[in-house]
C-alpha cells in the first residue's frame, strides 16, 4: 500500500497539480504560433493554388486558339506603316476599339487596317483616272474627270471604315441575339452557388455552340477577371469590346453587386428577362417590315407571271380568230 500513500501525499499532489498547470500554460502560449503557423501555411496553399489556375487557364487559351490574340505584324505592312508614321496619322481614338468589337485583336489588324486606309484611296485614284481619261467617251472636260477621280479617292479612305463598321454590326447581332440565353445559364450559375468566374468559364463553354463570339468574349473575361487585379475593370472591358447595351447594363450590375453587396440573382433575372423581351421585339419588328419589302420583289417578278398565265390563254384564242 506504499503507492497509495504517495498519491495522497499533500507534496506529491500539489507537485503533480504544478506540473500539470504548467504544461497547460506552456500549451497555451505556444498554441496561437501554432494557429498563426496553420493560417499561413492555407494562405500559402490558396494563393500557390490560384496561380496554378491562372497558368492551367492561360494555357487553355492559348490552346484554343480562339483568335483572343493576334500574331504581330511581319514584313511589307508593318514596314509601311511605321515608316510612314500612319499610327499618328490615322490612328482615331476609337481605332483600337472599333477592331476590337469587331473580334480583332492586336497590332496585326491595327498595321492592316491603316495599310488599306493608306493605299485604297490610291488604288482607286489611279484606277478612276484610267477608266476617265481612257475607257469613258462621255464629253467631261480634263478637269472634271480629275474631280471624278479625286471622288473616287475619298471613296477609297472610307471604305475600309465602312467594311470595319459592317463587320461590328454583324458581330453584334451574333452576340446580341445569343445574350439571353447566356444570361439564364449565367443566372443559373450563380443560384447554384459558383463563383462569378466559374460561372463565366461555364457559360463560355455552353454557349459556344450557339454563338462563338460571345464564348470568346466570356472566356476572355474569365481570363482578365483572374489575372487583372481590379474586377471592375475586367467587367468594363467587357462591355467596351461588345459594344451593346444590355452588356453594359450586365457589367454595371455585377459591378454594383460586389462593390455593395447587393443580390445578384434578381439582379441578373430581371436583366435577362428584359433581354428576352429585347430580342422579341426586335424579331417582331423584322416581321412587320416583311410586306413592305415583298412589295417590289412580288411587281417585278410575281405580277408580270401572273397576267402571263391569266391572259395568256384568253390572248391564244384571240389570235386563233
Known sequence: MGWI???????????????????ATIVSVALPYFERDAAQQRIKSVAARRDELRARQREELNRKNVGLRAKDPRGLVKRIVEDLNLRELLEGKNTRIK??????????????????????????????????????????????????????????????????????????????????????????????????????????EEITESSI????????????????????????????????????????ALTQAERYGTPLGQALRVLAQENRDERMAMAEKKAAALPAKLTVPMIVFFLPVLFVVILGPAILKVMAL
Open 5 to 23: 500513500d504517495t498519491l495522497l501525499n499533500p507534496e506529491f499532489v500539489v507537485t503533480v497539480l504544478t506540473a500539470i498547470a504548467a504544461f
Open 99 to 204: 477592331l476590337t468589337q469587331a473580334g480583332m485583336r492586336g497590332q496585326g489588324p491595327l498595321f492592316t487596317f491603316l495599310f488599306f486606309q493608306l493605299v485604297m484611296p490610291i488604288i482607286l485614284f489611279i484606277g478612276g483616272l484610267i477608266y476617265f481619261f481612257t475607257i469613258d467617251t462621255s464629253g467631261y472636260d480634263p478637269m472634271m474627270r480629275v474631280g471624278f477621280s479625286m471622288l473616287c479617292a475619298v471613296v477609297g479612305y472610307y471604305m475600309p471604315t465602312l467594311w470595319l463598321q459592317n463587320m461590328i454590326q454583324k458581330r453584334q447581332e451574333k452576340i446580341r441575339r445569343a445574350f439571353p440565353d447566356a444570361l439564364d445559364l449565367l443566372l443559373i450559375c450563380v443560384e447554384s452557388g459558383m463563383s462569378i468566374e466559374a460561372a463565366f468559364n461555364k457559360v463560355a
Open 213 to 252: 463570339e460571345l464564348a470568346e468574349e466570356m472566356g476572355l473575361t474569365n481570363a482578365e477577371l483572374a489575372y487583372l487585379g481590379d474586377r471592375r475593370q475586367a467587367l468594363e472591358n467587357l462591355a467596351i469590346r461588345t459594344g451593346l447595351d444590355g452588356v453594359k447594363a450586365v457589367t454595371t
